[in-house]
């Protein structure tokens, strides 16, 4: 067994887990070390050693030989099932625990795509949803990465919850979370631009903030008149931009990230 040892930025440990996953490893461990997290990903041969340690150079990477580990086990143990807000239960597709009363299940596979969970963002964006989304409603997901955000719409009582995103691989791992979910995707590659105006009761993005503020316009012209737009995936440092545009919105926190919620007039 081969391991790829990174040091990366808490913020970065989801994307680069979805990269080491697109890469082929065969599990992830994850450390805590202060400020940065270590990820510890197993590859089964060295073939790929060189073209690895270019791809995560930003990441300082190590190339170890060591032995062998359950992934299986180890990947299991590594996403346990979580309770969100007051509704959502997120739980990965061998979860056998029992859906705790009051709460609706979501599944997801963690390592599919972006959107898992765990990121302080993910669950700033299921709080919003479960206070914003009310039965029939229509839910537009922009950059819906894994899908979560639009299948727990559903879960919560949307009529329709759209995903839109750029990366076709995100939209075939939201395709098949909703099958695991038993739920009829509704899915489209592309951004905010594709679709008509007015057309969301809650547009909801967990994107960075620099790509949230170009696609502001077109955010705002799908969502209907009185409608809500909830915007995260910014830390503490960009909110003041965001709460310049809409003043009279609510702000949550998680760490250092921040979740808008606008009611539009």
């Not at 922009?142 to 750029?166: E, F, K, Q, W, Y």
């Not at 909801?204 to 995260?232: C, F």
């Not at 503490?236 to 998680?254: G, M, N």
Request: some cysteine; glycine content about 8%; aromatic content about 6%.
């Amino acid at each position: 067994m081969y391991f790829l040892r990174l040091t990366c930025p808490v913020a970065d440990v989801e994307q680069v887990s979805v990269e080491l996953w697109d890469a082929g490893t065969e599990g992830i461990q994850e450390m805590d070390q202060g400020d940065a997290s270590v990820l510890l990903a197993g590859f089964a041969t060295n073939d790929d050693r060189a073209m690895l340690l270019q791809h995560f150079a930003r990441y300082a990477p190590e190339w170890e030989h060591g032995e062998a580990t359950d992934w299986i086990a180890h990947t299991k143990e590594s996403w346990p099932p979580r309770s969100v807000g007051e509704q959502l239960f997120l739980a990965p597709p061998w979860c056998a625990d029992a859906t705790p009363g009051g709460r609706h299940r979501v599944i997801h596979n963690p390592g599919m795509a972006c959107g898992t969970g765990e990121h302080p963002c993910t669950q700033l964006a299921l709080e919003a949803l479960e206070k914003s989304v009310t039965r029939g409603h229509a839910v537009v997901d922009v950059g819906t990465g894994s899908g979560i955000l639009a299948i727990a719409a559903l879960r919560l009582g949307a009529g329709i919850a759209v995903g839109v995103d750029t990366d076709e691989a995100a939209l075939a791992a939201a395709r098949e979370n909703f099958i695991l979910n038993d739920l009829r995707p509704t899915l489209a590659a592309g951004s905010a631009d594709i679709l008509r105006p007015e057309v969301a009761d809650v547009t909801i993005a967990n994107i960075s903030g620099v790509v949230l503020l170009r696609l502001a316009e077109d955010l705002l012209r799908i969502t209907k008149p009185r409608g809500t737009l909830i915007l995260t995936g910014f830390p503490e440092s960009e909110a003041a931009v965001f709460q310049k545009l809409f003043p009279t919105a609510e702000l949550s926190a998680l760490n250092e990230w921040r979740c808008l919620t606008a009611t539009l007039p």
